[in-house]
C-alpha cells in the first residue's frame, strides 16, 4: 500500500557555480540561504576537473548544451554543500527560483545573480534522490555531520 502522505527529505544538494564564485556573490548567496533556514552540514570550495563535472552533469550527456554546461562549470571555483531544512529540496528550489532568470521570482538567488540559463549562479537538486546522489558525488561520511 502506497503512504498516505510523502515523506519529504530534510537535505539537499547545492553548488554555487563560477559565475557566482568569480563574481564576488558567494558570501551574499550564502547568507540569504543560511537566512532562509537551511543549515550547513557539508561544504568545499574546489575547482572541478573536465571529467568531474561531466560525470556530475551525466544525465545531460546527449543535450545540445553539454559541452557549454561543462566548460563553464570548470572555468573557475564553485562551491558545493550539502544542507538541511525541513523539506529541503523543495524549499531550496523556491529559494533558487526557475532554472532561466529571466523566468525567476522577485529576490530569489538566480533573480539576484545569474546572467543567463547556463551560467544561473546555483545548482539545486530535483528529487530527494537525487539530493542523495549529488552530496555523495562530493562529500564522504566524513566530510559531513
Ligand atoms: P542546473 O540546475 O545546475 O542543472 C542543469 C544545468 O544545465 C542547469 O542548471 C543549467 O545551468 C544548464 N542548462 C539547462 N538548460 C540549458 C540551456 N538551454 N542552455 C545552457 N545550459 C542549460
Redesign the pocket.
Known amino acids: 500500500m502506497q503512504p498516505k502522505f510523502k515523506i519529504m527529505s530534510n537535505r539537499t544538494f547545492t553548488m554555487i557555480k563560477p559565475d557566482a564564485t568569480t563574481k564576488g556573490y558567494t558570501g551574499a548567496i550564502l547568507d540569504q540561504i543560511i537566512k532562509a533556514g537551511f543549515k550547513v552540514k557539508a561544504m568545499k570550495w574546489i575547482q572541478l576537473s573536465e571529467e568531474q563535472a561531466g560525470l556530475f552533469?551525466d544525465v545531460?550527456r546527449a543535450r545540445p548544451?553539454f559541452q557549454?554546461?561543462v566548460d563553464f562549470m570548470i572555468s573557475g571555483p564553485i562551491v558545493a554543500a550539502i544542507l538541511e531544512k525541513e523539506n529541503a529540496v523543495a524549499d531550496f528550489r523556491e529559494l533558487i527560483g526557475a532554472?532561466n532568470p529571466a523566468q525567476a521570482a522577485e529576490g530569489t538567488i538566480r533573480k539576484l545573480y545569474a546572467a543567463s540559463?547556463?551560467e544561473?549562479a546555483v545548482?539545486?537538486s530535483d528529487s530527494d534522490e537525487n539530493a542523495t546522489i549529488e552530496g555523495d558525488f562530493f562529500f564522504t561520511k566524513l566530510e559531513r555531520f
Open positions: 552533469y545531460h548544451f557549454e554546461l532554472t540559463i547556463g544561473n545548482h539545486g
